[in-house]
């Protein structure tokens, strides 16, 4: 596959630098000169697809490499829209990531969302050392619910892999959901709206992962109703009603020594996995000088308050409308 885009990030004296930034269309790459607190050494990287989203049939293949000692956050600018699938045409895309000794890389997209009748296939390779830190936020939601959109693309398939320097496989990852006629995909999602999956690995994010396992612990023991007994203890249920919760998490280690921790989510709301990851990565804020979801929680928030404004407006107008409408005719 034709690469459309790579980045490579070295020091510059002393610095994390963007050496080399390269894209083409469908995508682009934006590199603000300075992003949160000018103390940090980092580098922030945003990805956007012309015309918003990605088109059926649109192939996208990136390569990254990061160099030793450095620090890189890769987000994007708004959820990556899948348009609808013409002719059974899959959209995809690959990317592919070195990450060098003492290295931090953050991935923070938005999530993915896939119109109705979609076909979407990423895949995302990633290198590392065992000194090498590495986040990873992979999530996608069941469409536009705006539209009546719920679960209705016909395929979204992602493949997370991580291998060790020596080509050791470390962690490997599938997600796929395919619309059966036995069984289609609302159906077996029941009321949840978006599927998220957090990986945090590497020495600098000790204190992350471990406060991460503990709030997950607590978290869904207060959702199960159960007493919670630390990050080491047993749970054990004192209700026999159980009413589904809207926010599901679970919480599990991998690697050597456990050198990595993963996060998955199911939840009813955008809107509450935008928060669930805005508190669990605001330790990384004096990593990488801020944390982009936490902005775009807010976003989503002023948005709603706006669109109400707007509402309100409109009916303001209309009123006021047919009121002078009605003034006229008894004239």
């Known amino acids: 596959m034709e690469r459309t885009g790579k980045v490579v990030v070295e020091k510059v004296r002393g610095k994390s630098t963007v050496t080399r930034c390269f894209s083409k269309y469908p995508l682009k790459f934006i ?70 000794s003492n290295a931090l890389l953050a991935i923070l997209p938005d999530p993915v969302t896939c119109f109705s009748t979609a076909r979407y296939s990423q895949k995302q390779v990633f290198r590392v050392l065992l000194d090498s830190n590495l986040v990873i936020v992979d999530w996608f939601t069941s469409g536009r619910h705006e539209s009546g ?8 398939k992602s493949t997370n892999n991580i291998f060790l320097d020596d080509n050791q ?23 949840y709206q978006v599927i998220a999956m957090i990986i945090l690995l590497g020495p600098k994010l000790k204190h992350i992962q471990s406060e991460v396992q503990e709030n997950v612990k607590r978290m869904m023991s207060e959702q199960l109703h159960m007493p919670f007994s630390g990050i080491n203890g047993v749970a054990q249920s004192n ?3 159980f009413t589904k919760p809207p926010f599901l998490a679970s919480c599990s280690v991998f690697g050597p020594k456990g050198i ?7 939840a009813m709301t955008t809107e509450s996995v935008y928060k669930f990851l ?3 990565l605001a330790g990384m804020e004096p990593l990488i000088g801020g944390v982009a979801l936490s902005l775009k929680c807010l976003a989503i928030h002023f948005s709603r308050q706006i669109v109400i404004a707007a509402l309100f407006s409109c009916m303001e107008s209309f009123l006021s409308a047919t009121i002078l409408s009605v003034a006229y005719f008894k004239q």
């Open 278 to 280: 805005q508190h669990q």
């Open 260 to 266: 990595g921790v993963i996060v998955r989510v199911a």
């Open 149 to 156: 959109e719920k679960w209705d693309f016909d395929l979204y």
């Open 239 to 241: 209700s026999r009603h």
């Open 31 to 100: 590199v603000p000169s300075k992003v949160g607190p000018c103390k940090i050494d980092s580098v922030w990287i945003y990805s956007l697809t012309y015309g918003g989203g990605i088109v059926s049939g649109d192939s996208i293949s990136c390569e990254f490499e990061i160099g030793d000692g450095c620090t890189t956050v890769f987000t994007t600018q708004a959820s990556t829209k899948v348009y609808k699938s013409v002719g059974s045409k899959c959209s995809a895309q690959f990317l592919e990531v070195t990450v060098g």
């Open 169 to 191: 496989p470390l962690f490997l990852d599938t997600v796929l959901l395919e619309q059966q006629s036995i069984s289609p995909i609302n159906e077996r999602m029941r009321d």
